[in-house]
Every structure is written in structure tokens, then in C-alpha cells.
């Protein structure tokens, strides 16, 4: 649409002060104010996508419905909004060089020197306009990654700059900085915020609104030399304290009436009144919990958590409409193959298996899975944890001593888990990907189907190898049920054991469809499971 509001979110001082945090919660308050939002990540890494990244460097990769492999502060986007993202809504230096160059080897500049200012600008323009001239979006809320001041942001500021100059009053640029408590002076230091916002001034950009993170509360005459050193309103001077969770964030900016001041500098009228009543109840679900279970996450990047976020988070949502403390404790599946047996997850709940690639902690995970079902605890087995199920269950109950996935051993007997054939014909690291939303047909009768309360479901993948159907007979003989299919290609979505108390195992990842307003059913399900097991238990004790 024509009119489109752009607002642009940036920092400076140091990295991790919550941009995205900030970027979805005051979409979240105006999307509460009748307007329709959506947002965007621009990242400066000359990676093409994340898909490649190592999760100890960059944590976890969240795709998208049309399989855009994407930062993680995308799934901070869609859990607080609830309005899916895409592939427009996360661009990298890599895509904007990869796209110039691509024209220029086509000719399309007709002869002319390929350079920064105008061609990559142009470029970077072009991709923040996509969605704004998609009809869709009352507003664009576009992040950009990094500090103010860094190498690889100078052409992303620039492109602000110029958008500024296009747009006018329909453009707006909030800078997040750091305001620090020195503990020997005692009292909390302006200096960074103005050599940040100088920075920003340097490269053309004024801001128009500054939210300060911080750990202590700022003073009225604080805020005011602030907003007199950077050439703003003194209502324009955000105050973002430490927070218990994130999702405290949007009712805080909004007692700082981030989103008046927005609307007032956009020149914009509220449609009507906010009514967060869903969101406040939320938070008072997860901070006055009835009660508590303990969850293992068995995985092989646990060293960071972000490598996991969207579980995490899914916990969290699940134990909100369970009136339930989910605390998950994590578990290194190497540690548990050094160990040789399930000591390491006395003590759970329940047991999920994360995803991951490559052969690394695989055996581990198997016996994190063995565990779970001999000891009859609630399971929860996640695309790779699926696979590690199916091993498992060939091994020790259909007698297939070296089953395998091809993943991990070419040579196996018993390839229980292998690449479809058209896959193997695909070069490219992702190309041998299934990615995205993929259909899903829940057979009657089943666990998922009670679930899910449906038989076709939608889910997002992100994987490689599959269910190799040659065993299916097999594995359903045996008691290990494939409940979950895709019609047009009959691989297999979704396994559960019959004679457990809960038993599944997914080949997608249904975290990244959690979200504050709609809990993923499987997460709400097993957090279910697992009070039910934590009772059990409590009554044994007591006997």
C-alpha cells in the first residue's frame, strides 16, 4: 500500500540489548491498536542464510512456512505476533551481493560500474519495500542487525538514510542503546548512548525515538539530558529495564508508551484502545505456576541454549496452559555415550531428543531413547530424536543389531533411516532438503490424532533423511505405529509406540509453530504427560 509506515529498529553500544525483543513488542502493542504489522530481519554476515552456521556460533536456524532458513529472532516475531513470516521478512549481505551480482552477469546494468551507493542500496531498498508494497501491512518494522558503527552495517544505514529522504514523516528510526550502572561512581552513565547516537549522526541518520537498556531506573533529569545530547523529544526516551521474561517487555513498553509515541511521530491515530488481557494472563500463568516438572532435553549443542530456543520457548507456552513450572534441564548426548547408560536422567519428567546433524552424541541420544521406553517415561523425540527412536526400536526390539541411519553409517545392514532417491540426485547443501510446510494426514485412532483433534495438519521440516518405508511392516507388527503420513509422498511424519504412556516421535519441528496465542497441541500434550508421570511418582514415594 502506498502509505505504508517504515520503522526501523537499531543499535549501538554493545550487541544482545534486545532489538528484536523490542522490534516484536511494539508490534505487538500496535497490533493491539488495530493496525496489521509484520517485521523484518536484516542481518550483515555475508552468509547467504544461517542454514550453514555452526549453532555453537550462531544458535538455532528457524524456517519459515515457505522454507526460508532464517535468524532466530524470527521466531521471537511470529510467537509474540502470531502472524507467520516468510522469506522477505529475513535478508542478509549475502542475498543482496548474490542478487547484484546476478544482475550484473545478466547485463541489467547495461555496462555500468557495479558499486555500493547506488546499486547495493538500491538493492537493500528493494527488499525493505517488499512487503510494505505487498497490501498487506499497515507498517514494516525492519531490524537491523549488528551495532551502529560496524563495517558490515555502513550500507544498511545508508539505505535508511536515503529511505528517510524518500519517505518523510512515513519513515521513523528507533535506536536501542546502553545506558550502564557503574557500581564504583554509583549511578548510571549517559556517555555510550551519546557516543552512539553520534555514530548514527555521522552516518546521516538521526533517531527519532532512543530506548535505553537498562539495569536501574532512569531519573526524569536523566532522560532529559539524554534527549538534549541527541537532538529528541524528551518523550522519545524509552526506558527498557531488565526484564524477568521477554514477554514482560511489550506491558513495559507500553507503560512507557513507546507505542503513543510511535503513532505520534508517524502522524497516526490509535484505532481504538489496546486489550492485552490475553497476554497479561499468560504471563500470570507462568509466574504463579499450581506446578512443576522437570524435562530432559538430551542434545548435542547445549552448551547454548539458543541453539534450542524455540524449544525452550514452546516449554514455556505449554506450561502456561498447564498452570505448570516446566524447567528443562539439559543433558550433553555425548556425556551420556561416555557414561554408557541413563544415570544422567534420573530424576525426568519426561525426555525430549533434539534435533541436530551428523553423527556426533547420535548414540547418546539412542540411549536416552532406550531409556525412556523401558523406564516408561513420557517421550518426545524431534526430527533427528525421531530417527535415534526408530534405531533404537530396530535395534533392541525388531533384533536388527547394526540398524542405522545412512546418515551415520553407509555400510549398515538395516538402513532404517535413508535419503529418498530424487533427493540423492540434488546437489547443494540444502538442496537435499525437505523445507518448509509440508502436509500431513493423522491416522484415526491414534495419539497424534487425539492430539491434534484433526487429520490433516500442517508442519514445517527441516532435515534431510527419512523413515525408510521397506521396514514399515516391521516396525507396525512390532508396536511401533507410523501415525502421521504425507499422502503425496507416503513418508513417514509422525511414530508412537502402543503400550506406552507417551510415546512420539516427529520428523518436523513443531516448535516453530508455538506461539503465546496458540500453544503447539504436541508440547501442550507431553508437559501433560509429564505432570501426570511426576504424580505417579509422588504417589509411589508415598507408598
Known amino acids: 500500500m502506498a502509505d505504508t509506515k517504515y520503522i526501523f529498529v537499531t543499535g549501538g553500544v554493545t550487541s544482545s540489548l534486545g532489538k528484536g525483543i523490542i522490534s516484536v513488542s511494539l508490534a505487538k502493542l500496535l497490533q493491539a491498536r488495530g493496525y496489521s504489522i509484520t517485521i523484518q530481519k536484516l542481518d550483515p554476515y555475508i552468509n547467504v542464510d544461517p542454514g550453514t552456521l555452526d549453532p555453537y ?3 538455532e536456524c528457524y524456517v519459515t512456512e515457505d522454507g526460508a532458513v532464517t535468524d532466530l529472532d524470527l ?33 541489467e546494468f547495461f555496462g555500468s560500474t557495479v558499486q555500493v551507493i547506488p546499486h547495493i542500496t538500491d538493492e ?28 558490515e552495517s555502513l550500507p544498511y544505514i545508508e539505505a535508511v538514510r536515503q529511505m528517510r529522504r524518500e519517505l518523510g514523516s512515513n519513515c521513523l528510526v528507533i535506536h536501542l542503546t546502553l545506558v550502564p550502572y557503574l557500581a564504583a561512581a554509583e549511578e548510571l552513565k549517559t556517555k555510550p548512548t551519546q557516543h552512539s547516537v553520534k555514530t548514527m549522526l555521522e552516518q546521516g541518520v538521526q533517531p527519532d525515538i532512543i530506548v535505553c537498556r537498562t539495569e536501574r531506573p532512569l531519573t526524569n533529569s536523566l532522560k532529559a539530558k539524554i534527549a538534549l545530547f541527541c537532538n529528541v523529544d524528551d518523550s522519545s526516551v524509552i526506558e527498557s529495564l531488565d ?14 508508551r513507546l507505542d503513543l509515541e510511535v503513532l505520534r511521530k ?51 507456552h505449554a506450561g502456561a496452559i498447564n498452570n505448570c513450572k516446566v524447567r528443562v534441564k539439559t543433558v550433553h548426548s555425548e556425556h551420556i555415550e561416555e557414561n554408557g547408560n541413563g544415570n544422567l536422567m534420573e530424576g525426568f519428567d519426561g525426555i525430549l531428543v533434539a534435533p541436530g546433524f551428523g553423527p556426533r552424541g547420535v548414540e547418546g541420544k539412542i540411549i536416552a531413547v532406550n531409556y525412556a521406553r523401558l523406564q516408561r517415561i513420557p517421550f518426545f523425540g524431534i526430527c533427528l530424536g525421531m530417527q535415534c527412536a526408530v534405531i533404537e526400536f530396530a535395534r533392541n526390539v525388531l533384533g536388527l543389531k547394526k540398524a542405522n541411519s545412512l546418515e551415520f553409517n553407509q555400510k549398515t545392514p538395516w538402513p532404517v533411516i535413508d535419503m529418498m532417491e530424487d533427493q540423492k540426485k540434488i546437489a547443494g547443501l540444502d538442496g537435499t532438503m525437505r523445507l518448509g ?15 491434534y483433534g484433526t487429520q490433516n495438519i500442517s508442519e514445517r521440516h527441516r532435515h534431510r ?6 521396514f514399515s511392516e516391521q516396525f507396525e507388527t512390532a508396536g511401533m505405529k507410523q501415525s502421521g503420513i504425507n499422502l503425496q509422498t507416503e513418508l513417514v511424519e509422525i511414530i508412537e509406540l502402543e503400550n506406552h504412556p507417551w510415546f512420539i516421535g516427529v520428523q518436523f519441528h513443531p516448535e516453530y509453530k508455538s506461539t503465546v496465542a496458540n500453544p503447539h497441541p504436541l508440547f501442550v500434550s507431553f508437559v501433560k504427560s509429564a505432570m501426570e508421570y511426576s504424580s505417579s511418582k509422588s504417589l509411589t514415594n508415598k507408598k
Open 75 to 107: 521466531g521471537h516475531y511470529e510467537r509474540f505476533s502470531n502472524v507467520p513470516t516468510s522469506q522477505a521478512n529475513n535478508v542478509t549481505t549475502g542475498k543482496i551481493y548474490q542478487a547484484v551480482i546476478n544482475k550484473e552477469r545478466k547485463g
Open 465 to 470: 533423511y527419512e523413515f525408510n518405508n521397506k
Open 124 to 151: 537493500i531498498k528493494y527488499r525493505i519495500k517488499l512487503l510494505g508494497n505487498s497490501g498487506k501491512y499497515d507498517i514494516v518494522i525492519t531490524e537491523i542487525g549488528g551495532t551502529v558503527g560496524d563495517i
Open 437 to 451: 510446510k509440508f502436509d500431513c494426514f493423522l491416522k484415526p485412532n491414534s495419539k497424534a490424532f487425539q492430539i
Open 266 to 316: 508517524l502522524k497516526m491515530t490509535s484505532k481504538h484502545e489496546p486489550n492485552l488481557e490475553g497476554w497479561e494472563e499468560f504471563l500470570h500463568r507462568i509466574k504463579n505456576p499450581t506446578s512443576e516438572v522437570t524435562i530432559g532435553l538430551i542434545g548435542k549443542y547445549v552448551e547454548l541454549k539458543d541453539a534450542y530456543k524455540s524449544i525452550f520457548e514452546s516449554f514455556i
Open 243 to 256: 526484564a524477568n521474561t521477554i514477554y514482560d517487555v511489550p506491558l513495559m513498553m507500553q507503560k512507557e
Open 57 to 59: 556460533e550462531h544458535g
